[in-house]
C-alpha cells in the first residue's frame, strides 16, 4: 500500500493481532495511516468477531492521525505506525527518530492548533511516551467497546 510494509498475524486462541505500516512523510500518509487504522478495524469485527463501536472507530482514527501527524512535522525520518489487538482495546503506536518528548501544553482555548497531544490524551484509556535509542515511542490505547459505565475514554475511576 503506497510506500507501507504491513504485517497481521491472526488471532487463535489469544494470539496477537497486529497491523504495522512504515511512512516516510508523504503527502497522503496521514489518510493512508487512517484507512490503515480503519480497515484494520472493520477486520477485528468481520474476521475476528469484535465488539468495535462507531466511537472506537472514530477514536482510533484520530488518534492515529494526531500521534503520526505529530511524527511527520517534527522527527526527522521515516516513522512506524503500529495497531495492535490488546485486552479489548487497540493500541496505537508511533515510532519516530525525534528523542525530544512532547510536551502537553496547558489548556488555552484561544490558541490556534497545538491541541493534538491534549486530544489524544483526553480520548485515549492510557498514553505513554518512552525515549528509545534511536528516538521515541508514543503509544496510546483506544477501548473496542464504549465503557458501559459512560466514561468517554474507558477509563476506570
Avoid at 494470539?15 to 493512508?32: C, M, W
Avoid at 511516551?129 to 477509563?155: C, F, Q, W, Y
Wanted: aromatic share 4%; hydrophobic share 40%; charged share 25%.
Amino acid at each position: 500500500m503506497d510506500g507501507a510494509a504491513h504485517n497481521d498475524d491472526q488471532l487463535r486462541g489469544g494470539e496477537l493481532v497486529k497491523e504495522s505500516a512504515a511512512y516516510e512523510g508523504q503527502p497522503g500518509d496521514i489518510a493512508r495511516a487512517r484507512d490503515l487504522a480503519h480497515a484494520f478495524l472493520e477486520r477485528l469485527q468481520s474476521v475476528h468477531g469484535l465488539p468495535v463501536s462507531e466511537r472506537a472507530m472514530d477514536m482510533v482514527q484520530l488518534v492515529v492521525s494526531e500521534l503520526l501527524t505529530n511524527a511527520c512535522k517534527y522527527a526527522h525520518g521515516p516513522c512506524l505506525l503500529d495497531l495492535q489487538l490488546r485486552e479489548g482495546r487497540v493500541e496505537v503506536t508511533v515510532w519516530d527518530s525525534e528523542p525530544m518528548l512532547p510536551v502537553p501544553k496547558a489548556p488555552d482555548p484561544g490558541r490556534v492548533g497545538q491541541h493534538g497531544l491534549e486530544i489524544v490524551m483526553a480520548v485515549s484509556q492510557s498514553f505513554e511516551v518512552h525515549r528509545e535509542p534511536v528516538g521515541k515511542r508514543t503509544m496510546a490505547a483506544i477501548m473496542l467497546a464504549d465503557d458501559p459505565g459512560g466514561n468517554a475514554s474507558g477509563r476506570h475511576p
